[in-house]
């Protein structure tokens, strides 16, 4: 029953952090972040049925060593799920711990890892069946993994057939399922594991990233149970933290932070250097120093000492502050963002946007301010966001982010 449940709800919206087999996902990649982070704590907020208002509905407290994750502890309304796993000297997982602090005890249980000569993973069998899976592996001559075998209390659940491997974190395979019933196949499904996860659709799963490539933000849609957002405080073995577990639904696909993060300005595609002359006009020139004619993409602030240029050849976007008359060239800063909008908000909170280059009609556009994060909402739909509305200068260009709604 608890299969086909989950089916159910894999069918609607993938796989949730939550809906997953905790057992098989011990790997800190399986959560979404790397061997860096030693602790997550994470807040599930859905919709409240009387409030209308988002609300918190469980705590989740993982910690981790070396990348592998040590314990869970779920705090609900009443009570709390604790699963705690245990490894041996070579770092493998050898057994898995579940137990609740409240009186129902029916899903308390103990999973136990066998390994074969070779040291590969052979089953993890539960002392409580009827609500934990049983795995089975088996490999090729040549130590690969070919199939995987899900069973519910005892009965065959589902078949992974291995298509392609490259690592225990990244493969292909066919998910065979079958009838608990007569044993038989009923469907089959094209699934694969990248980085240790499967592939989430974007009209169900989106995460929000922090500088360093790790989750912070989630928002789930699903079909039945509507909308929730999971809201995460990273600390790192350095003790360094990122993100906050308070209600936040502005966030953007990928990397969350100053344009200066992202992967692309951090390697772009042309650097570019500018000055200002005493006549007031800008001179661009490229990495080679050549002399860039065509200033038709640049665009001058409103306080006439910021310039930002959109390369037409290549689509980089480059961002000069704070200009002042010069003889000598400086080096623009790369300032490409997804969007590829931008805006400059004048004091009287008037706006324009360009977008890739062109500055755009925006009478079907507004702003206000939500949270600390300036909205900008198109046709009464928020679309794009700016954070930190408290540190916003006017007569700026500020990179637009698409919001992930």
Not at 86 to 106: L, M
């Amino acid at each position: 029953m608890k299969k086909l449940l989950g089916i159910f709800v894999l069918l609607l919206s993938q796989f949730s952090f939550a809906q997953k087999d905790i057992v098989v996902n011990y790997l800190a990649e399986n959560w979404g972040v790397n061997k860096d982070v030693v602790k997550i704590e994470e807040v599930k907020y859905s919709q409240g049925f009387t409030s209308g208002k988002f609300e918190p509905r469980d705590t989740r407290i993982y910690t981790f060593k070396n990348g592998k994750l040590i314990s869970i502890e779920t705090q609900y309304s009443t009570d709390k799920l604790t699963n705690i796993f245990e490894y041996n000297a070579k770092g493998k997982p050898i057994k898995f711990t579940q137990f609740t602090s409240g009186t129902d005890k029916a899903t308390d249980n103990v999973s136990v890892f066998s390994y074969d000569k070779k040291g590969n993973l052979i089953e993890i069998k539960p002392s409580n069946p009827k609500y934990h899976w049983q795995y089975k592996y088996q490999y090729l001559p040549n130590g690969t993994l070919s199939t995987i075998e899900i069973l519910d209390n005892g009965k065959l659940d589902s078949k992974w057939l291995i298509t392609s491997y490259q690592d225990e974190k990244n493969y292909q395979y066919t998910d065979e399922n079958y009838s608990a019933t007569d044993g038989k196949k009923v469907f089959d499904l094209k699934e694969s594991l990248v980085n240790g996860r499967r592939p989430m659709k974007k009209t169900s799963w989106i995460e929000g990233l922090d500088q360093y490539g790790n989750v912070f933000r989630i928002r789930e849609n699903n079909a039945v149970l509507g909308k929730f957002y999971y809201s995460r405080k990273l600390t790192y073995a350095n003790g360094e933290t990122t993100g906050s577990t308070d209600y936040n639904p502005y966030f953007t696909e990928g990397i969350n932070g100053d344009v200066s993060q992202f992967p692309e300005n951090k390697n772009p595609k042309s650097i570019y250097k500018i000055r200002l002359g005493e006549d007031g006009k800008f001179k661009l020139v490229n990495q080679n120093n050549e002399p860039i004619p065509d200033l038709s993409k640049g665009f001058i602030s409103p306080n006439k000492t910021d310039f930002i240029y959109f390369d037409p050849n290549n689509g980089e976007i480059a961002l000069a502050e704070n200009m002042k008359h010069s003889a000598e060239f400086t080096v623009m800063k790369a300032y490409n963002t997804p969007s590829k909008k931008y805006i400059v908000i004048n004091t009287d909170y008037q706006f324009i946007i360009f977008d890739n280059g062109k500055q755009i009609d925006t009478s079907n556009m507004k702003i206000s301010q939500d949270m600390n994060n300036l909205v900008v909402s198109e046709n009464s739909i928020p679309k794009y966001f700016i954070p930190n509305f408290d540190k916003l200068t006017f007569l700026k260009f500020y990179p637009l982010y698409i919001l992930a709604l």
